[in-house]
């Protein structure tokens, strides 16, 4: 049963950081491009950013560009998101996926989902 397993998320201040994790069981990343997209309440899911099954390609939503850093380690089967300088207009559930097609900005082209994990960021 494959799982995508998110955390690290909470509460911080605008201006601090956080570093979400996405664990995955059942399946090796390693053949999988990853992503991580973000819901707030009263919105669409939205792309946040992206990497290719080797790490050399990576993508970003604008809004995050120069901020977040999207990072893979195939051998410990993770993913993560390094969020820095974090503005009240990130809070939102974060969740990472998985998918064959390559890096894509379009939910659709990923197969498998977390639960998401909480990011609240105060002003």
């Known amino acids: 049963q494959v799982q995508l397993v998110e955390s690290g998320g909470g509460l911080v201040q605008a201006g601090g950081s956080l570093r979400l994790s996405c664990f995955a069981s059942?399946?090796?990343?390693?053949?999988?491009?990853m992503a991580w997209f973000r819901q707030a309440p009263g919105k669409e899911r939205e792309f946040v950013a992206a990497i290719s099954w080797s790490g050399r390609g990576t993508g970003y939503f604008d809004s995050v560009k120069g901020r977040f850093t999207i990072s893979r380690d195939n051998a410990k089967n993770t993913v993560y998101l390094q969020m820095n300088t974090l503005k009240p207009e990130d809070t939102a559930v974060y969740y990472c996926a998985a998918g064959v097609a390559g890096v894509s900005t379009r939910s659709n082209d990923y197969e498998y989902w977390g639960q998401g994990t909480q990011v609240t960021v105060s002003s």
């Open positions: 059942g399946l090796t990343i390693s053949s999988f491009a």
